[in-house]
């Protein structure tokens, strides 16, 4: 309808004449439903209609904007191998309109879903069997994440008889069982559950350790039908891509600094001196690429003090300045960083690097946390803009939440998901990030 609507209304703008030209509309038609059926056709490849509970804005973002590029190229293409005045209107400005109102109309669904779930309507029931640290952060996010529409019903996992197991799906309506891949049952329950569980129409979703060390290593793929594990390449192991990232970061850096930071560095230099004691700069020893150690660049935000290497800020830190508390609120603390990125040490978007005392402590208690090192840290990153900071509440929850974040962007990278997360970066600087400390 989106579609429809803004073709007709161009159509009609830019040729008055032919607004009661019958024999126009019906030739149009056709083209038109052409349009729908690309549109379609493309929806199967980017799932922009595939809206899981769990997909966060900007990954709906990059569909979106994937999806959209491809379709202007397609109805450009069209344009020009079939010379129908109703693609050839204005081409760019119909692109820009198609582009925001299909936008806003598929944000609109999008929020109203979320919502809606958040209210208890279209909620879905699940249970866990097993609890260890990856159940616990699990059942942690859905408690956080109303909008995901889960429902949690708690079962005794000791008792796993075939009749108080079924008549407990029955009663709560159970939809998804969520079973951790280190449970403590032996292999004849476990099978017996999975039997169960078909038997009744109850999904089962499997939850792996964060622990376990061939977690990421691998991916699924097959010979002819025999399934086989291949050693995983990430996105950025690509030369493609890496210099694809590579390029944009120099080039976006050089904006910055020139545009930004040339102007902004002098006014907060005065500032800090004028308010604090000490140098305007804070250079601190940070794991990068492949764990090298390089020096990060940050306005100072603290008093000088011993403990800055040890040390990480607390809620109401007395160690913050007052001018400090504004830079670290608005993250205009981390500008200087772009002369890491200049430099190679940083890229604009990664895993946010933690002080090496951080690394150190965390590195023996959360598998695969190296994972993070395979990208160059960023000066923002997928968990920042999610407000995965991993410095309040319960610490090692959420330090493994921003772990996982931080695994997933390192598997999943893209071009588009890096411009969307810096969108977002600049939206809660502008705002203020309320994770902020």
Request: with cysteine.
């Amino acid at each position: 309808m989106v579609i429809a609507s803004i073709f007709i209304f161009f159509f009609i703008s830019r040729n008055e004449s032919l607004r009661y030209h019958e024999e126009t509309w019906y030739q149009n038609v056709f083209s038109l439903t052409l349009l729908f059926l690309f549109w379609m056709l493309l929806s199967g490849r980017t799932k922009i209609y595939n809206i899981q509970r769990n997909l966060t804005y900007t990954l709906f973002l990059e569909k979106l904007f994937i999806h959209f590029l491809f379709f202007i190229l397609g109805v450009l293409l069209i344009g020009k191998v079939s010379k129908n005045v109703f693609f050839n209107s204005d081409i760019y400005w119909l692109s820009l309109y198609l582009f925001v109102f299909i936008f806003l109309s598929k944000s609109i669904i999008y929020f109203a879903i979320k919502y809606l779930r958040s209210l208890g309507v279209n909620y879905r029931n699940v249970m866990f069997l097993g609890n260890n640290s990856s159940t616990e952060i699990l059942k942690n996010i859905f408690e956080e994440r109303k909008d995901y529409g889960y429902r949690i019903f708690e079962y005794e996992s000791s008792d796993i008889s075939r009749d108080k197991l079924v008549g407990f799906w029955k009663k709560n309506e159970i939809h998804t069982l969520f079973l951790s891949t280190e449970n403590s049952f032996d292999e004849e329950t476990e099978s017996q559950i999975f039997s169960l569980a078909e038997e009744n129409k109850v999904h089962i979703s499997l939850i792996p350790s964060i622990t376990q060390s061939d977690f990421f290593l691998y991916d699924l793929g097959y010979i002819q039908t025999q399934p086989v594990l291949n050693q995983a390449r990430y996105p950025l192991d690509y030369y493609a891509n890496f210099l694809m990232k590579r390029a944009f970061d120099i080039i976006f850096s050089i904006i910055v600094l020139v545009l930004i930071c040339s102007w902004v560095f002098p006014i907060i230099a005065i500032l800090i001196k004028a308010t604090s004691k000490g140098p305007v700069f804070f250079l601190q020893k940070r794991y990068g690429f492949h764990e090298e150690i390089f020096n990060c660049f940050k306005f100072r935000t603290m008093v000088p003090n011993n403990e800055s290497t040890i040390r990480t800020t607390q809620v109401n830190d007395s160690r913050i300045t007052p001018i400090g508390k504004f830079l670290r609120k608005t993250s205009l603390d981390e500008l200087p960083q772009f002369i890491n990125v200049l430099k190679g040490d940083m890229s604009v978007v990664g895993p946010r690097p933690h002080m090496l005392a951080v690394d150190h402590y965390y590195k023996a208690k959360i598998g695969r946390y190296s994972l993070r090192s395979m990208v160059s840290p960023g000066i923002t990153g997928l968990a920042q803009v999610n407000g995965l900071r991993g410095d309040f509440g319960d610490v090692e929850v959420e330090m493994n939440k921003r772990v996982l974040a931080d695994s997933f962007y390192v598997r999943n990278w893209s071009f588009v998901l890096d411009l969307v997360i810096i969108l977002k970066t600049i939206l809660l600087v502008i705002g203020g990030d309320k994770n902020a400390k």
